[in-house]
């Protein structure tokens, strides 16, 4: 079993940024891969960058450039650094594991365990 808490949401203006943290319990945190998600009211829940196992990563189209996702296996920690904020980025941001590790692509049924969530508020 793997518990994920998030922190580091809040409210920034737009052009802004916010750095997102997701720690994990569990010694075996190294060999997941990690994927950060977000839900808008209203909106289904969404892929937003994963990081798989050995550091490979991946981002949706409407975060690359402005989002890095990475991590920190001494600390059992996985961050999401969002850069350039705009208003359309607003939403409640999960974290999630796959004990497979390799990255299996942007399906949220492919995350075995989950955070429980951070606001995100951007104002324009």
């Known amino acids: 079993q793997v518990q994920l808490v998030e922190s580091g949401g809040g409210l920034v203006q737009a052009g802004g940024s916010l750095r997102l943290s997701c720690a994990a319990s569990g010694r075996t945190f190294s060999s997941y891969a990690m994927g950060w998600f977000r839900q808008a009211p209203g909106k289904e829940r969404e892929f937003v960058a994963a990081?798989?196992?050995?550091?490979?990563?991946d981002y949706a189209h409407s975060v690359k450039g402005r989002f890095t996702v990475s991590r920190d296996n001494a600390k059992n920690t996985v961050y999401l650094q969002m850069n350039s904020l705009k208003p359309e980025d607003t939403a409640v941001y999960y974290c999630a594991a796959d004990p497979v590790g390799y990255y299996r692509g942007s399906d949220y049924s492919n995350y075995n365990y989950w955070g429980q969530g951070t606001q995100v508020t951007v104002s324009s």
């Open positions: 990081i798989s196992w050995k550091s490979n990563t």
